[in-house]
């Protein structure tokens, strides 16, 4: 795309691949500019022709394009009436922007602690979401980890997540953070979901992240 890529009305466009000319503008050097072409240092924003409103992408979707978001996730399976699925996260070097979810088959209660006494653990793949890309998390996530105590500073402390607790009421749920938690740097983090539904019921815990150097 070049100078020439403007109507009579000066108005800059993008041709697609297929001829089409989508109306866009231009950034250069972090200001939006209508009246150059594209060189080295410029992008292309692009407009939507019938509501002229920007094109636009979540920040957590272009961290996927980046190679930058990754996923860890674990089924606990069966876990007895009033016992804990429990997964721990430590961080790296980085920031860790994350969001959790959970799948419960009842009435559980969840906790999520910061520089709690644990250690140990069987490791839980971390995935890149980017399949082409190489990079790879600092985070490490282990499912069933030793704790010893849970320390001083709850983050969440007890949700409810509703699910029933008798053979007549007691049905599935899941439930997902809309906003993220930044973890702080080489810290150890420990997520747990108390089942109180008054029977075993099927378990999984899972998180989202990328990493930012603070």
């Known amino acids: 795309m070049g100078i020439n890529n403007f109507r009579g009305d000066r108005r800059p466009f993008y041709r697609t691949p297929d001829g089409e000319e989508v109306p866009a503008v231009f950034v250069i050097g ?48 069966t876990v007895a009436n009033n016992n804990n699925a429990d997964m721990r996260l430590l961080t790296g070097a980085k920031e860790a922007h994350v969001v959790f979810f959970i799948g419960h088959g009842g009435q559980c209660l ?46 969440v402390n007890g949700r409810l997540l509703s699910g029933g607790t008798s053979p007549n009421s007691r049905v599935g749920g899941g439930i997902r953070t809309g906003t993220e938690y930044e973890f702080k740097p080489a810290t150890e983090y420990l997520m747990r979901v108390n089942n109180n539904s008054g029977a075993g019921i099927g378990i999984s815990i899972g998180a989202e992240f990328y990493e930012v150097t603070p």
Do not use: C, K
């Not at 094109?55 to 996923?71: A, D, I, N």
């Not at 995935?127 to 105590?149: E, K, L, Q």
């Open 30 to 77: 972090g200001f939006v500019s209508l009246s150059s072409g594209i060189d080295n240092n410029e992008q292309i924003l692009l407009v939507d022709p019938d509501t002229s409103s920007l094109v636009m992408m979540e920040w957590e979707h272009h961290q996927v394009h980046e190679g930058q978001m990754f996923h860890a996730e674990h089924s606990f399976g």
């Open 110 to 155: 969840f906790y999520l602690y910061e520089t709690p006494n644990q250690s140990g653990g069987t490791a839980v793949p971390v995935v890149n979401m980017n399949r082409n890309s190489a990079h790879v998390a600092g985070v490490t996530v282990f499912h069933g980890p030793a704790v010893v105590g849970v320390g001083s500073t709850p983050l």
